[in-house]
Nanobody, 125 residues
Framework: QVQLVESGGGLVQAGGSLRLSCAAS????????MAWFRQAPGKEREFVAA????????YYGDSVKGRFTISRDNAKNTVYLQMNGLKPEETAVYYC??????????????????WGQGTQVTVSS
């Protein structure tokens, strides 16, 4: 089992910044992807960003490219999501997730086996 604990959400004004953290513990895998998804009320869960742990290669959804940065800290087994230039439409619950079944990064949330509890991000206009 893998346990994921997110933190760092909150209320921010449009144009502001937040940094989310996701600390992982428990079972480890030789190769896996850690990703961030978000889900607004009444909407489908949406891919935000991902990082391949073994190579640190990063991937971003089109809507966040250039504004969000995903990174990791090996020593702390933690992944971060730095979010700049936040927009009101990005208000959502942000989830951290792990996929250890694929050698490529999936943008489909159904392919992720482990999930954190989520952290609320609210962007006011």
């Amino acid at each position: 089992q893998v346990q994921l604990v997110e933190s760092g959400g909150g209320l921010v004004q449009a144009g502001g910044s937040l940094r989310l953290s996701c600390a992982a513990s428990g079972r480890t895998f030789r190769s896996y992807t850690m990703a961030w998804f978000r889900q607004a009320p009444g909407k489908e869960r949406e891919f935000v960003a991902a990082i391949r742990w073994s190579t640190s290669t990063t991937y971003y959804g089109d809507s966040v490219k250039g504004r969000f940065t995903i990174s990791r800290d090996n020593a702390k087994n933690t992944v971060y999501l730095q979010m700049n230039g936040l927009k009101p439409e990005e208000t959502a619950v942000y989830y951290c997730a792990v996929d250890h079944d694929r050698s490529y990064v999936s943008y489909d949330w159904h392919n992720y086996s482990y999930w954190g509890q989520g952290t609320q991000v609210t962007v006011s206009s």
